[in-house]
C-alpha cells in the first residue's frame, strides 16, 4: 500500500486525531547505536541507514500513523564541518524521508494499517550547534540569518516528498518567524511545534503570542509544543488551540529533563497516556512523544487515540 495515497495528511488531520511516534534517538540506542556527536541520530543516514528503517518501524508497528525523519539535527552547516559536501548532504536530506517512507512500505506489507505518514524534522538552529543551545534560543542571529540558515535544507526535505514539514523543538518567536518565512512556497505542509517551560517560550517569550504567529501562515496545519514536561504540554494545548484557531500538535518529552553539560537524561518519567483524553479535548490532533518515549508508550497512546 502507498504511503501517499489518499488521503492527504490535511484530510487525514481534519478528520483526526493522529498518533505520531516517539524518540527516535532512544530507539536507536536501545537498539546498541551510539549517537555521541554532533550529527546526533542524522550520523547514521549514511552510517547505517537499516538501523533509521528498523526504528521508524518499531514505531509504526506500535500504532504510529506519523513518522518523523532523523533529520532533525541534519543541516549543510553540520554535515560540511564533517566533510560533506553540499550535494552529498543534500542527498543525505533527502534520504531520511527515503527511509522512513521504506519503513512505512515494509510496515503495510507485514499487515500495519495505514494509510502511514511521513514528517520531515527541521531542528532548530540551536540543534546544529549540539551544545544544548535550542533549549535557550536568542541565537544573537536576524530573522533574516536564520531563514536563510532554514531554507536550503528545508527545500532538501520539500523535494523528498514527505506529507509534512515538522518544525520542530522552536525555542523562541524570532526563529518562529524566520521558518515561518522559509516554508513558504514549498508547497508541503507544516507544522510549528515550541520548546516551552511554563507558558513561555525557551527564550523566555510569551508562548501565547508565539503560537499566534501561525494564525496567519496558510502552510501550517498545526501548532503546538514537543520536548516539553508532559505538565507543560496540558498547559500549552488550549493555549496554542485559542491563539492560532489551529489544529494542535503535542508530543512531549518523558518528563526527564537532559543535562547538556552532562549529556544525560535525569529526573523521574512523568508521561502517561492518561493524559491524551484532555488534550484531544482541547484541541490536539496530531499526539505522541518526544525524548524517552519509546515504542511502548506510542502503543498506549494509540489505544487511548484509536481504541
Not at 536501545?30 to 550529527?39: K, P, V, Y
Request: some cysteine; overall charge negative; charged content about 20%.
Amino acid at each position: 500500500m502507498s504511503t501517499t495515497a489518499a488521503p492527504s495528511f490535511a484530510a487525514a488531520l481534519a478528520a483526526g486525531p493522529l498518533v505520531l511516534d516517539g524518540g527516535l534517538s532512544n530507539q536507536l540506542e536501545s537498539a546498541g547505536h551510539d549517537l555521541g556527536d554532533a550529527l546526533w541520530s542524522a550520523r547514521l543516514l549514511a552510517e547505517d541507514p537499516d538501523a533509521v528503517v528498523a526504528a521508524h518501524r518499531a514505531y509504526y508497528e506500535a500504532g504510529a500513523q506519523v513518522a518523523i525523519t532523523s533529520s532533525y539535527q541534519a543541516t549543510f552547516e553540520g554535515f560540511a564541518a564533517r566533510g560533506i559536501g553540499a550535494a552529498e548532504a543534500a542527498g543525505l536530506l533527502r534520504r531520511s524521508v527515503e527511509l522512513a517512507r521504506e519503513a512505512a512500505r515494509q510496515a503495510t506489507a507485514d499487515g500495519v494499517a495505514g494509510p502511514l505518514y511521513v514528517a520531515a524534522s527541521a531542528g532548530p538552529y540551536g540543534a546544529m550547534l549540539a551544545d544544548g543551545s535550542e533549549y535557550r534560543g536568542a541565537y544573537g542571529l536576524s530573522v533574516a540569518e536564520l531563514e536563510r540558515f532554514h531554507r536550503p535544507r528545508l527545500e532538501a526535505l520539500a523535494a523528498a516528498g514527505p506529507d509534512v514539514l515538522a518544525l520542530e523543538t522552536v525555542p523562541d518567536t524570532d526563529e518562529a518567524r524566520a521558518l515561518l518565512r522559509a516554508v513558504r512556497g514549498l508547497g508541503v505542509p507544516a507544522w510549528l511545534s515550541f520548546s516551552a517551560a511554563g507558558d513561555r517560550t525557551r527564550a523566555g517569550q510569551p508562548l501565547a503570542d508565539a503560537f499566534a504567529l501561525a494564525a496567519d501562515a496558510p502552510e501550517v496545519v498545526a501548532v503546538g509544543v514537543n520536548c516539553c514536561t508532559p505538565e507543560d504540554a496540558d498547559r500549552a494545548v488550549p493555549m496554542a488551540a485559542r491563539a492560532a484557531g489551529k489544529p494542535v500538535v503535542v508530543y512531549p518529552n518523558s518528563g526527564e529533563s537532559w543535562d547538556a553539560r552532562a549529556r544525560a537524561w535525569c529526573g523521574t518519567p512523568a508521561f502517561s497516556a492518561d493524559r491524551v483524553a484532555a488534550w484531544t479535548a482541547a484541541g490536539a490532533r496530531l499526539v505522541g512523544g518526544c525524548c524517552r518515549v519509546g515504542p511502548e508508550a506510542v502503543a498506549a497512546l494509540a489505544r487511548q487515540l484509536t481504541g
